[in-house]
């Protein structure tokens, strides 16, 4: 517990009350959105179990989001679209993303812990912090929320394009992906940049 809101401590201690975590899920996958978090979790509030998204199994992060919705001040969602991606680099939309969640959180936070990126011309201000989803509550929780939120959206996708798989690998290049859009071709939620090698 002392560890996950270390971070947070340190922004509490100086009287402000309404810290976010921001953090991004999405940058590796050949097609879907790259896709943002933005949490506001109550002062000084520790939730059991959440930890960076990447070390919990796909039931415990179902059952932590739905817990972390439960108690949050305020969730904010961020999304770039796979032609964005194209258009501007993974790099530029995922900062867009992490930007979007944070003007679309229904309370403003006071300031926002972010893993390991810094964004420009944000209105509150700002701590990068490497690693961060294993390291402060608030970024994890966001890890949490932004990569369900996103799982879920490509299971969607799969009704639509089943056969790519996009349940099964979520749009990461597995061999079975790999080999879907060598027989197929791409998608409309496909990253053109990255599939060029494959086609």
């Known amino acids: ?3 996950l809101l270390e971070e947070e401590k340190k922004i509490w201690d100086l009287g402000m009350d309404y810290i976010a975590g921001i953090d991004e899920v999405g940058r590796g996958p050949l097609a879907g959105p790259v896709l943002a978090a933005c949490v506001i979790l109550p002062k000084g509030l520790y939730l059991e179990g959440v930890n960076d998204s990447k070390k919990l ?3 415990k992060r179902d059952a932590l989001f739905d817990i972390i919705t439960e108690y949050a001040i305020a969730i904010g969602i961020g ?3 796979p032609n964005r991606i194209d258009e501007v680099n993974i790099l530029n939309a995922t900062h867009e993303a ?3 969640a944070l003007l679309n959180c229904s309370v403003k936070p006071e300031h926002v812990l972010i893993d390991a990126i810094t964004l420009n011309n944000i209105p509150v201000p700002q701590t990068a912090i490497i690693k961060g989803d294993a390291k402060s509550q608030s970024i994890a929780a966001a890890s949490i929320v932004a ?7 490509m299971v969607k996708w799969n009704k639509i394009y ?3 798989g996009f349940d099964r690998h979520k749009g990461y290049g597995t061999a079975f992906h790999i080999q879907a859009i060598r027989e197929y ?3 409309p939620i496909h990253r053109t940049t990255f599939c060029t090698k494959f086609i």
Not at 147 to 153: A, L, Q, S
């Open 79 to 81: 999304r770039v679209s």
């Open 185 to 187: 071709g791409l998608c």
């Open 98 to 100: 992490m930007k979007y």
């Open 147 to 153: 990569k369900v939120t996103r799982d879920r959206e």
């Open 57 to 59: 199994s796909p039931k």
């Open 162 to 164: 089943p056969e790519y």
């Open 1 to 3: 517990m002392q560890n």
